[in-house]
């Protein structure tokens, strides 16, 4: 156990649909990061917070979000779902943001599994 | 920019030895991670390369040369368990931190 959770465990929605997924990082990591990892695909890296500020985007979508709040749980917001974002989503913690020449081990909560239909 | 390469599958024998290997391109460099995924499961760290060399853990070891963006994960005494998958990682320099950027990932069988 990571010690980062994540709800739901399992998401079934149709196209068109919104959705919210929640993460909880460890306790005392002020950073966030959230993955997508479709069907026999790498982990692509989304979006990172720390300390309830964006810090690093990737491939987010437009149609995605996601916010950090004062307690520092996380959620990542995905609305117009296509099937094509059947996917894995994980959320990662780490201590710090991984300053430039730093070390950021990164810990996996156990995942959303969306399931867009 | 970043790109990591890793061979997309492997089989090996319960009780052997493997080697996985991981040659990545980047502006800078802060760094390799290790780390293993069981399917449908959390990724989980194995390791992490800072200076050339090996660095062993067990029946885990890792290698990394920087000056040719090389690194592998050796894998000994191989069991059932071990079958999952492996994903090579490094950190890209971005507005001041570090975003880890994963290789696709490299399938590992392991067979009786």
């Not at chain 1, 296509?82 to 996917?87: K, Q, R, Y």
Request: with cysteine; proline share 4%; net charge negative.
């Amino acid at each position: 156990d990571s010690g980062v959770t994540q709800t739901p465990k399992h998401l079934i929605t149709a196209t068109g649909q919104r959705v919210t997924l929640r993460c909880s990082p460890r306790s005392g990591d002020l950073s966030v990061y959230w993955y997508q990892q479709s069907l026999d695909q790498g982990l692509q890296f989304l979006i990172q917070y720390y300390n309830g500020e964006e810090r690093a985007k990737g491939n987010i979508l437009e149609r995605f979000s996601a916010q950090q709040f004062p307690d520092l749980h996380s959620e990542l917001n995905l609305s117009s779902l296509e099937l094509g974002d059947s996917a894995l989503y994980f959320c990662a913690s780490s201590p710090d943001p991984g300053l430039a020449g730093g070390y950021n081990e990164q810990f996996f909560g156990p995942g959303t599994r969306l399931t867009v239909l | 920019g970043q790109n990591i390469d890793q061979p997309t599958e492997m089989t090996a024998t319960e009780g052997a030895i493997v080697q996985i290997n991981c040659t990545y391109q980047t502006s800078g460099f802060n760094g390799l991670f290790w780390y293993q995924q069981h399917a449908g499961e959390a990724p989980t760290f194995l390791s992490y390369n800072v200076l050339d060399g090996l660095e062993e853990k067990g029946r885990f070891s890792s290698f990394l040369s920087r000056s040719k963006g090389y690194s592998y994960l050796l894998l000994k005494e191989l069991q059932m368990k071990d079958s999952a998958s492996y994903l090579c990682a490094v950190p890209m320099f971005s507005g001041g931190y570090n975003k880890l950027i994963f290789g696709a990932g490299t399938r590992l069988a392991v067979h009786p």
